[in-house]
């Protein structure tokens, strides 16, 4: 149904399951031992690229283990050269601990990541609406959210600096999209349909911002565009 509606299609995929049996095994052991990846991990990564071809692979939960442990070369090697989608799929950076912000299609290096400035390699801001939480809270405080102003400034400073956005909302466990969270997107989605000509397919310009960094610039097809936000 995604590809249907013309869009790409990835998948999320948490390295570590903190009470995985296995994963326990491994982690008392100082992950001298390979359990929880060789029979739980990798497997499972590479059902779910042969079942469902996605276009991302977007890893996560790595953060206590190196690479090694979780046999990462081993799979990105197969996953680039051998599996049904190496011809056209993208990966993050998040495969080992001393990965992150070095090695990956693209960089996270950390969650909410917006340097501000040029960085040599592709890479992604991804961030929250909530400024405390990835998931869902029942007692959110108004303050506690992005208010549409600061997500347009998000964005903005994301893509004039080269980045991908990547915006979390967190469903209900019955998986709803709170009110806060739908009115934020859909003003971002308002401020697009006026001023997407100077984000969709853009790339950055010789500058990224002005000196006092309210205007950002973006290029396109021998434009350039200038974003003010005060």
């Given at each position: ?12 995929y948490s390295l570590l399951?903190w009470y995985?049996?296995l994963y326990?095994r491994d982690?008392?052991?100082?992950f001298t031992?390979t359990l ?6 990798q497997?499972?990564?590479r059902e ?5 071809k ?9 953060w206590e283990?190196?690479?090694?442990y979780w046999?990462s ?9 051998d599996?049904?989608?190496r ?6 950076d998040?495969?080992g601990?001393?990965?992150?912000c070095?090695?990956g299609g693209?960089?996270?290096?950390k969650d909410?990541y917006?340097p501000g400035?040029l960085?040599p390699h592709?890479?992604?801001n ?5 400024e405390l ?12 959210y992005?208010s549409t102003?600061?997500l347009i400034?998000t964005?903005?400073q ?8 990547l915006i ?5 466990k019955?998986?709803m ?5 739908q009115?934020r997107?859909?003003d971002?989605?308002k401020w ?8 969709y397919g853009?790339v ?7 000196s006092?960094g309210?205007?950002w610039?973006?290029?396109k097809?021998?434009?350039v565009?200038?974003?003010?936000l005060?």
């Amino acid at each position: 149904s995604v590809r249907a509606a013309g869009l790409r299609m990835g998948y999320y995929y948490s390295l570590l399951e903190w009470y995985n049996p296995l994963y326990v095994r491994d982690k008392t052991a100082n992950f001298t031992t390979t359990l929880f990846s060789d029979y739980k991990a990798q497997p499972e990564l590479r059902e779910l690229v042969e079942r469902y071809k996605p276009d991302i692979v977007w890893a996560d939960g790595e953060w206590e283990a190196n690479d090694t442990y979780w046999k990462s070369r081993e799979f990105l090697a197969w996953l680039y050269n051998d599996s049904p989608v190496r011809e056209g799929v993208v990966t993050n950076d998040r495969w080992g601990s001393n990965l992150k912000c070095v090695h990956g299609g693209f960089h996270t290096c950390k969650d909410r990541y917006n340097p501000g400035v040029l960085q040599p390699h592709k890479w992604e801001n991804a961030m929250t609406i909530d400024e405390l939480s990835w998931g869902y809270r029942e007692n959110g405080r108004l303050e506690e959210y992005k208010s549409t102003y600061d997500l347009i400034v998000t964005l903005v400073q994301t893509v004039s600096c080269g980045g991908n956005i990547l915006i979390n909302v967190g469903p209900t466990k019955e998986g709803m999209i709170i009110p806060i969270f739908q009115e934020r997107l859909l003003d971002l989605g308002k401020w697009l349909d006026i001023n997407g000509e100077a984000i969709y397919g853009s790339v950055p310009w010789k500058a990224q911002n002005d000196s006092i960094g309210t205007t950002w610039y973006t290029a396109k097809k021998g434009t350039v565009y200038a974003i003010c936000l005060n």
